[in-house]
């Protein structure tokens, strides 16, 4: 590998908001997401995660680490941290995603003026050319092929059938992650 996913590759961009959940990613293998606030699709090939203010002032605001999705199981929080049976959101469900190795970009991708990210769903050719986070943002002619692949994502998970996807109405969040809706984030 060149340090970048493969030009194919259909990647999660996912906020990091803490050095903690850094150390659990590299460590251990894996990243959560909140059902509650999780994207509509979670089988992608990689995750990057973009570091929030909550990082020194070399590392907030950038994404620098990425990993292999390997695979993703629902879970609550409780069975994620045994250590805190008492926290409000124990019971809580999340997706446990496991990842390959962390890998760090050659050179980070910062925000530039995007400060406020959740998800954002990006292709293999975006991620190893983008200069900024606003160069993740799937156009034109990708964003055939970026649709297409959670499409087919969601259809291989078993949540859709085949015959709804077209009536399905369009998820607003996912039009401005495509870049359809501007100003919307």
């Given at each position: 590998?060149?340090?970048?996913?493969?030009?194919?590759?259909?990647?999660?961009?996912?906020?990091?908001?803490?050095?903690?959940?850094?150390?659990?990613?590299?460590?251990?293998?894996?990243?959560?997401?909140?059902?509650?606030?999780?994207?509509?699709?979670?089988?992608?090939?990689?995750?990057?995660?973009?570091?929030?203010?909550?990082?020194?002032?070399?590392?907030?605001?950038?994404?620098?680490?990425?990993?292999?999705?390997?695979?993703?199981?629902?879970?609550?929080?409780?069975?994620?941290?045994?250590?805190?049976?008492?926290?409000?959101?124990?019971?809580?469900?999340?997706?446990?995603?496991?990842?390959?190795?962390?890998?760090?970009?050659?050179?980070?991708?910062?925000?530039?003026?995007?400060?406020?990210?959740?998800?954002?769903?990006t292709i293999g050719d975006l991620f190893s050319a983008a200069r900024s986070i606003d160069d993740l943002v799937v156009r034109s002619e990708e964003r055939n092929i970026l649709w297409r692949s959670l499409r087919d994502r969601s259809l291989q998970s078993g949540k859709y059938q085949?015959?709804?996807?077209?009536?399905?109405?369009?998820?607003?969040?996912?039009?401005?992650?495509?870049?359809?809706?501007?100003?919307?984030?």
């Amino acid at each position: 590998m060149n340090g970048y996913p493969p030009s194919t590759a259909l990647l999660l961009v996912a906020v990091m908001t803490s050095q903690r959940d850094l150390d659990i990613a590299r460590m251990l293998g894996w990243y959560r997401i909140p059902l509650r606030s999780a994207p509509k699709v979670i089988d992608v090939d990689y995750v990057a995660f973009y570091q929030t203010g909550a990082f020194g002032q070399e590392e907030r605001w950038q994404i620098s680490w990425f990993a292999a999705l390997r695979g993703h199981e629902l879970t609550t929080r409780a069975e994620l941290f045994r250590d805190e049976p008492n926290h409000p959101r124990a019971h809580e469900e999340y997706f446990r995603l496991q990842l390959g190795d962390l890998q760090s970009l050659p050179q980070p991708i910062p925000a530039g003026k995007w400060r406020r990210i959740t998800f954002l769903y990006t292709i293999g050719d975006l991620f190893s050319a983008a200069r900024s986070i606003d160069d993740l943002v799937v156009r034109s002619e990708e964003r055939n092929i970026l649709w297409r692949s959670l499409r087919d994502r969601s259809l291989q998970s078993g949540k859709y059938q085949a015959n709804e996807l077209p009536e399905m109405p369009l998820d607003p969040l996912l039009l401005a992650m495509l870049g359809e809706l501007k100003g919307f984030l």
